[in-house]
């Protein structure tokens, strides 16, 4: 069992539909992380969530909301997305941001390859 | 603000030889980490090496080394002996210890040919 699990690996979607991505950890981290990745563009950081709280909105368009239950999982809730959404969505966990026991290293799932049509 | 340049979108290498891949930064902390992420076709990012700014010594990691110019801001990557499996897209990025952030660079992908 890999220690991040991303679902669903695929996704293709009207721009009027509504989805959501799943992200679940199982490496006992309290922080996670919504990383977008588009062909030929740095990974852009979306959210990240530490303990539950969102520490972090990268400036994320409002169809994209994003929500933490608990510490082992993180949701990405999709709607009314444009075809330049289309991206490989990856969620990421760590142990916490910062401190001491945080050592910048990020723990990454597959990701969700996202098609909006 | 941090920021993280790979300025070769791709290269290749021959099996069992030496490729280095370059990777510059700029970021007004002191307190910060550089890392080399492997991305392999369709499998997950995973961790190769990882740098602590404070540290002189070059971080290896079996056949992964960096070279770590600090006052240049560059990170490069050196792979020795290049294995089919090394072919993947390698993303340099740089942490800081200060806000958490994970920045990563435009990646470079990576072809090894036998």
């Known amino acids: 069992e890999t220690g991040v699990t991303q679902t669903p690996r695929h996704l293709v979607m009207g721009m009027t539909n509504k989805k959501s991505l799943k992200c679940e950890q199982h490496?006992?981290?309290?922080?996670m992380y919504w990383y977008k990745q588009s062909a030929k563009k740095p990974l852009e950081l979306m959210f990240v969530?530490?303990?539950?709280?969102?520490?972090e909105n990268n400036s994320v368009p409002s169809r994209f909301s994003p929500e933490c239950p608990n510490s082992s999982h993180l949701f990405l809730h999709l709607h009314t997305l444009q075809p330049e959404d289309s991206a490989l969505y990856l969620c990421?966990?760590?142990?916490?941001?910062?401190?001491?026991?945080?050592?910048?290293?990020?723990?990454f799932g597959e990701g969700s390859r996202l098609t909006v049509l | 603000a941090q920021t993280v340049t790979q300025s070769q979108p791709e290269m290749s290498v021959q099996e069992a030889e030496t490729v280095t891949l370059s990777c510059t930064y700029d970021t007004s902390e002191s307190n910060y980490y550089l890392f080399w992420y492997k991305q392999p076709p369709s499998r997950q990012m995973i961790l190769v090496i990882r740098?602590?700014?404070?540290?002189?010594q070059n971080a290896t990691e079996n056949r992964f080394s960096v070279n770590f110019q600090k006052a240049a801001k560059s990170f490069s990557l050196k792979i020795s002996d290049s294995q089919l499996g090394d072919t993947a897209m390698y993303f340099c990025?740089?942490?800081?210890?200060?806000?958490?952030?994970?920045?990563f660079g435009q990646g470079t992908t990576l072809q090894v040919k036998p």
């Open positions: 969530y530490n303990f539950k709280e969102q520490t």
């Open positions: 990025a740089s942490h800081s210890g200060n806000t958490g952030k994970l920045i």
């Open positions: 490496l006992g981290h309290n922080a």
């Open positions: 740098q602590e700014a404070y540290k002189q």
């Open positions: 990421a966990s760590s142990q916490g941001t910062s401190g001491r026991a945080h050592t910048g290293e990020l723990f």
